[in-house]
């Protein structure tokens, strides 16, 4: 994750964050359109994530969730004011999975990043604040004016079954040597269908090692007895819409 050390005015941000900037250095580690993203570097080192009013709340919900079952960092504030929404998260040691320590070993960072995702869908669904994440994406789509039709000949019907991340890619996942730390930007997760984050767990070795040479190896990691390629193909044309 790239950083770079920024002159901030923490009068910016609501009253509750303040404190938690002072004497800090604030680097600029955005990678996103939607949002604006903080390393606070201070006595106690954090992620501050700025983005519209309302758009944040997902985020925090989700991270308080998976945070009680230890998969995502700590959620320290989340506060929403006429300007926009402030979310303060701990920062967890590690990297996220483009770094080159990661991709540098190709075939060990696929097969992590498939028992991660196991990891993942095997979490308890009780509690989880969003338990209809798979019909929530299709209405979505109904309110764009966008028309979903499967594959031709695909017959499956998709499932609401699992805790899934919603954006499984390589920077929403934090490793020390590939040793696992945390999820991370987990806005769009809920209970869903397991074939999302698989679509896009095959998506991003793709694009971020440029070659689909290790799609088998994550798939193998993850469990090839719960993926339906019908699911997959399913998922495949939804992302593509």
Not at 99 to 115: D, I, K, S, T
Not at 135 to 140: I, K
Not at 149 to 159: A, F, K, L, S, T
Not at 216 to 228: I, K, N, S, T
Request: with cysteine; net charge negative; charged share 25%.
């Amino acid at each position: 994750m790239d950083k770079t050390l920024i002159s901030f005015d923490s009068a910016t941000v609501p009253l509750s964050i303040r404190p938690l900037l002072e004497h800090a250095a604030i680097y600029d580690s955005s990678c996103s359109e939607n949002a604006r993203t903080l390393f606070v570097d201070g006595t106690d080192k954090a992620f501050l994530k700025i983005a519209p009013k309302g758009s944040l709340e997902r985020e925090y919900r989700m991270s308080l969730f998976l945070c009680g079952h230890g998969v995502a960092p700590k959620a320290i504030v989340y506060e929403s004011d006429s300007d926009g929404d402030y979310l303060l998260t701990e920062a967890v040691a590690g990297e996220d999975g483009t770094a080159e320590m990661h991709q540098e070993q190709p075939e060990r960072l696929a097969a992590v990043f498939g028992e991660y995702l196991r990891m993942l869908h095997a979490l308890p669904v009780d509690g989880c604040p969003y338990p209809n994440r798979t019909a929530e994406m299709l209405e979505e789509l109904r309110v764009q004016g966008t028309s979903f039709v499967p594959p031709p000949g695909n017959r499956y019907v998709p499932q609401d079954r699992v805790v899934i991340h919603g954006d499984y890619c390589l920077p929403n996942i934090v490793m020390d040597r590939f040793a696992f730390k945390g999820f991370i930007d987990v806005g769009q997760g809920g209970i869903g269908d397991r074939h999302y984050d698989l679509y896009w767990g095959i998506w991003t070795l793709g694009f971020n090692l440029q070659t689909d040479r290790y799609r088998d190896l994550f798939l193998d990691a993850y469990g090839r007895q719960d993926v339906d390629p019908e699911g997959l193909a399913y998922f495949t044309r939804l992302n593509s819409l």
